[in-house]
């Protein structure tokens, strides 16, 4: 069965550090690349950071640039995003979601979403 199943989520202080997993299974995660997105309420879903399959590239929204870190283990059929010196703006559902190969900006072109990990940062 193909899912993506994030986790990691809770809630933590102003300034303090998450990891975000997601795990794949039912397919080749090394053929795809894995993006991570979130939705804050009343606020349309914004991609946060992506790899491409290979690993070699990464791209993160101006928002989250020096904070967050994507990588994947691949053997492992994983996924990570360190999430450091977190913000109240960073409070969402986050969603991971897979696209063949390459990253690309629109959510739209990603499919497979997983069910999401609230994060909330509150003090």
């Known amino acids: 069965q193909l899912q993506l199943v994030e986790s990691g989520g809770g809630l933590v202080q102003p300034g303090g550090s998450l990891r975000l997993s997601c795990a794949a299974s039912?397919?080749?995660?090394?053929?795809?690349?894995i993006g991570w997105f979130r939705q804050a309420p009343g606020k349309e879903r914004e991609g946060v950071s992506c790899?491409?399959?290979?690993?070699?590239?990464?791209n993160y929204v101006d928002s989250v640039k020096g904070r967050f870190t994507i990588s994947r283990d691949n053997a492992k059929n994983m996924v990570y995003l360190q999430m450091n010196s977190l913000k109240p703006e960073d409070t969402a559902i986050y969603y991971c979601?897979?696209?063949?190969?390459?990253?690309?900006?629109?959510?739209?072109?990603?499919?497979?979403w997983g069910q999401g990990t609230q994060v909330t940062v509150s003090s």
């Open positions: 039912g397919f080749t995660l090394k053929n795809y690349a």
């Open positions: 790899i491409t399959s290979s690993g070699d590239s990464t």
């Open positions: 979601a897979r696209r063949f190969r390459l990253c690309f900006r629109n959510p739209s072109a990603f499919g497979s």
